[in-house]
């Protein structure tokens, strides 16, 4: 067989890639990875900016359930680096931390808070991209992709945090199903995927595993194949993968697994007590 030629690059380079949640243990993560592949990145975050001046880097604070906010920081970055062709959402809001034990205890408000960010939030930043890939994309454009943040949550459930769990499977099914048809008859090359991590290996995670002796073990090791929780670097990786043409240009309307081979949620422990 003769030799032939592969191209195993990403060929992201120069494409502008927007990052929100871009100030997070995940997003400031997945906003080096797309600098590290040559990328222009305009990061978008609630929280003051973090980052290091970068000649590629474009930073402000948007919060992203602000419809004329997202709007107008959307041209701003078009403005400073032309069109957003891939956008990568990973701004979202998790209650976890706040005990209400069952959704028979948890306010309303609280509820409405986390769909409004992870929904409406998600929603919006989606819908930007879209009008801008309509209003300003050209045929030769590259690497035109939509990469949304569900979780694992949103296949297994968190009797805890059921706003999470509901608002993640709202967006990883629902609006990545229904926008990847739809931005295909924006752009024939449009793609929209979704990412969704298992417990990923952050600083909050280790503090919860330091405060409750089990949890690594129920989280990360007792349903998981390799028994062990997810580095963010791969959960970054996964979104290069997605936003890439040359890796992923046929693959849309998918919801990846990033979780270590999780296979369930752990229901009840060897003393009969609930997980």
């Known amino acids: 067989m003769a030799d032939m030629d592969f191209d195993t690059g990403l060929g992201l380079e120069d494409t502008h890639v927007l990052v929100t949640g871009s100030s997070g243990a995940i997003g400031s993560v997945v906003v080096s990875a ?56 990973v701004a979202g809001l998790d209650l976890s931390y706040i005990p209400h034990g069952s959704l028979a205890d948890m306010p309303l408000a609280d509820w409405k808070r986390v769909m409004s960010v992870n929904i409406d939030g998600t929603f919006l930043t989606c819908r930007g991209w ?8 050209k045929a030769g454009d590259r690497n035109i992709a939509a990469v949304i943040f569900g979780s694992e949550a949103g296949r297994f459930g968190v009797p805890a945090s059921a706003a999470y769990a509901s608002s993640k499977a709202a967006i990883q099914y629902g609006l990545v199903k229904s926008l990847a048809r739809d931005a295909v008859s924006m752009h024939p090359c449009a793609r929209v995927n979704a990412v969704a991590p298992g417990p990923v290996d952050t600083a909050q995670f280790r503090k919860e595993c330091r405060a409750d002796e089990s949890a690594r073990w129920r989280e990360a090791e007792a349903t998981v194949a390799l028994g062990r929780p997810v580095t963010i670097e791969a959960v970054a990786r996964a979104c290069l993968f997605l936003a890439s043409d040359n890796f992923a240009g046929n693959i849309t309307g998918q919801l990846l697994p990033v979780d270590s081979g999780k296979s369930g949620s752990l229901y009840w422990l060897e003393n009969g007590e609930g997980a």
């Open 34 to 89: 797309f600098l590290s592949a040559g990328c222009f990145v305009s990061a978008f975050d609630i929280a003051e900016p973090t980052y290091r001046t970068h000649d590629r880097l474009h930073q402000q604070v948007v919060d992203i359930t602000d419809e004329n906010g997202v709007e107008e920081a959307m041209e701003t970055a078009r403005q400073k680096f032309g069109l957003i062709a891939t956008c990568i959402a």
């Open 130 to 137: 879209l009008r801008g890939i309509r209003d300003h994309a």
